[in-house]
């Protein structure tokens, strides 16, 4: 069977908006030319001050070296710290495999993808003018050189001539598509260096707002005194200085990602693939121009809305950071982040990988087979068809190959790192199925809190590979509190069903771990227990009724009075007659 295509994925921070409608059509467009996606995505980027935890996010990157990759997509903008860029940039080189950027500058060695909107832009400088009837309108830009500053720029200027508004160099200045430039120019503004105009269009959200903040610190308001549009769409909500709502142009950071999937492509294949239909956009009508805004999204959005909310609510309002840090044994830990992990919308697969350092750590007994560095220790389906817990030793070379091994159809998978400061534990994979999706922020506080778990874990073996636990440590584990619970509920009705997926179920153990510590805390088996306490309740109802030995049989558990009658026999040295004839002073031989 032919070699699917593999494109990796660089990116920061998927659960943003902005990141996330570009993963999705960069997901979409993929699925359509059928080739798998690899997202390595750490969970922050970068920006200053680094802890040396956030630093260590950065070692995903190291999976960048492995042969399934034909190509990779590279968001460089996604990375606050010049470090991690340059890190990346010479990491891909080496490869030697065909790089895209995403709408950034142009790169020495990169080709790049960029989004041309300069008739969105001219919408809102239009907007500004037939709308609200401003005529005196500035415009704060990108960098000087860059094509996406430079394009809404030409597109003001354009639109304020063909309306013959005033346009010259004091109309307009360059910006750095961040916050530091529009406090500097809102600082000209408000000492005079600049007449106070009536309106001024921001090539991007996040100026917009830095420029709306920095303005009304120093008394302009806004709409009342100065209209602010931002562009892009960009900004996410929580990140916000102000509570002004911006008007704006969101635009499609989805076709972005398709395109730059297809460019991608071509140059890997030769060939060109169909392109996927991409989404409308519009005005997004805020407080900030002067408009009253009547948002009215779809009945999709609002559900895809609600959906999330429920999902977040379940995971912050729920006890799942308490559990996981208190449980005793990998294995526990294990089955309990499977038991959670439906608290991620949409999600289809998860997958933990753990190197053979941390395994050794946890689990000195059971170590790996030689070259082998890595062990798939879980694996969950949505559908519930994956066996969970379970243990497959792989190398990490061949980590990229192994998720993308699947002949049905096209993989697609966010991989993240596990680690806690510079101790590596190895790496999560979550994938959404044949949905174009992105993961929301529950699913980096999820990791986050199996980090803490994996570490925690660690420093319990480091403890007791140095003070091997005494009696009421043992007794006050929480294991040992369940299964002793569970011993005497077992005592007390020998009758139920007590197999060994009973009790997996109730301990959240695995089979071997559960049958190993029950040994260990009570000197005997699950099922020499249980045959002694079915025995002993036999031995009652044979003294002290006068049930038959079928009734009895049943009401101890066993499927048949045969069986009964051997393993009392075996056990007992006497039939199940003699000994209620002897507890009841009767002549057996009667």
Known sequence: MKKRLTVGVITAECYREYTAETMCGILAQAARAGCNVIVLSPRNNFQAPIS??????ADVFSLLTQSTFDGFLYDQKAFA?????????????????????????????FENTVSHDPDAFAMLVEHMIVVHGHT???????????PQAEDRLEAYRHVMQRHGLHCDETCYAYGDFWRDAPVAYAQRLL??????PEAIVCANDVMADALIDALGKGGVRVPE????????GCLDPNDALTDVTLTSYPHSCYQLGADAFRRLYSIITGRSCRRIPGKHSHIQ??????????????????????????????AFHSEVLFELLHTASLEALLHMIASRIYLVCHWGRFRVFLNASYLHAVRPERPLPAHKDLCEVLSVDHAGKAPG??????READLIAYLTEEHGHPSAWYVSPLHMDERPFGY???????????????YCTLLSYLCLAFDQLEEKGRLRAQCPPSLPEVEDSPLYRGLAAIRDEMQQHPEADWSIAVLCDRTHVSRSYLQKMYKRYFDRSIFEDLIAFRLQHAKMLLADTDLTLSQIAERCGYASYAHLAKQFKANEGVTLSSYRAQAKGEDPGR
């Open 191 to 196: 000492s005079g260096a600049l007449p106070m």
């Open 389 to 394: 817990v379970e243990d497959h030793p792989l």
């Open 285 to 314: 009508i805020g407080r900030s121009c002067g408009c009253v805004p009547t948002p009215r999204p779809s009945e999709k959005s609002r559900r895809e809305t609600r959906l999330r909310s429920q999902y977040e609510g379940w």
């Open 52 to 57: 040396p935890h956030v630093a260590h996010e």
């Open 428 to 442: 999560a994979a979550l994938s959404f199925g044949k949905l174009a999706h992105c993961y929301a922020p529950v």
């Open 81 to 109: 710290d010049q470090t991690i860029q340059k890190r990346l940039d010479g990491l891909l080189k080496r490869t030697g495999k065909p790089v895209m950027m995403l709408d950034s500058q142009e790169h020495p060695f």
């Open 136 to 146: 005196r309108i500035y415009c704060l830009t990108g960098p000087k050189g860059m």
């Open 225 to 232: 005194d100065v209209a602010v549009t931002g562009f892009d």
